[in-house]
Every structure is written in structure tokens, then in C-alpha cells.
């Protein structure tokens, strides 16, 4: 049995067919498992993963308190924006808390493109770029319904 074509979500549409095409190159369907770990904390960040159904949740180790989630990203989200910081390491560990499919892109391989095609590097990051802001968004929006109603101590 084949692997599936990797599928690139709606939100990047907004690419020319030719980028998407070549996006492509650097894109493999995955699947994960329940429980299934998709990286850890401190290990290098390589990927990014462009969910089309399931959940992950973002957990990490506060001293004191133990393990503590701190999101839970679905279907339609970009998981693993670590890669973008001057220091490419996880932020947090990632588990699928239910089978999860998704279109994982290998970030270094992407980057590596710059020199060569700064035009699709670009338009790439700009598109990867518009979901990281979406998902910004949401995750304001979730603290103003958290700490709406709260008087200033």
C-alpha cells in the first residue's frame, strides 16, 4: 500500500499552483497514533505540520506542578512554529491526543531554498506565516473569554 499524497490546506491556496507544486517536494502525508509523541521539548525543531483532522496537545514540565497543557491544536491548524526562532529548538512536547493526519513539511530542506529561490521561499513562509497569525488570534481570543469579567488585584 502506497503512502497518501501529502494534501496542502486552503489556507495556502493563495499560492501559484508552480509553489504549490514544488511545495509539494518538501511535504509527506503522516499519521499519528493516540498518545503518540510528535516531538519533544529542547530537541532540534526540523518539521511543521499543517493538520487536517485529529487533535495534538502542547504540554510542557513546570517544577512543582509536573506536566501542565498548555493547547490543544486541531484539524485546519500549523503545529510546530518553533523552527522559525534564531534558536530552531521545541518550545514545548507535542502529543496526538487522537489519531491526527497531517501534511508534515521538512523545514530545513524548505529553508535551504532560499539562496537559490528567495521569490517561493518567500511566498511560502508569508502563507505559513497567515496561519501562525490565525492561530495567534485564536489563542488571544481564548484569554479574553478566560480572563473576561476579572477585576485587576
Known amino acids: 500500500m ?3 499524497e501529502p494534501v496542502l490546506p486552503a489556507a495556502l491556496a493563495g499560492l501559484s499552483e508552480q509553489h504549490r507544486t514544488r511545495l509539494g517536494n518538501f511535504a509527506v502525508a503522516v499519521r499519528f497514533a493516540p498518545g503518540e509523541p510528535v516531538f519533544r521539548e529542547d530537541e532540534p525543531a526540523t ?18 506542578r509536573g506536566t501542565v497543557v498548555l493547547e490543544t491544536v486541531h484539524g485546519g491548524d500549523i503545529l510546530g512554529c ?5 534558536r530552531p529548538r521545541w518550545q514545548f512536547t507535542a502529543h496526538a491526543a487522537a489519531v491526527t493526519e497531517a501534511t508534515e513539511l521538512d523545514v530545513v530542506a524548505l529553508q535551504a531554498t532560499a539562496a537559490d529561490d528567495p521569490a517561493f521561499t518567500y511566498a511560502v513562509t508569508r502563507a505559513l506565516s497567515e496561519m501562525i497569525v490565525a492561530r495567534l488570534h485564536s489563542t488571544r481570543a481564548r484569554l479574553l473569554d478566560l480572563y473576561a469579567g ?4
Not at 518539521?47 to 512543582?64: F, K
Not at 518553533?82 to 534564531?86: K, N, Q, T
Not at 476579572?150 to 488585584?153: K, L
Open 150 to 153: 476579572r477585576s485587576p488585584e
Open 47 to 64: 518539521r511543521c505540520w499543517l493538520l487536517h483532522t485529529g487533535s495534538v496537545v502542547l504540554s510542557t514540565v513546570i517544577p512543582g
Open 2 to 4: 502506497n503512502p497518501p
Open 82 to 86: 518553533s523552527w522559525l526562532a534564531a
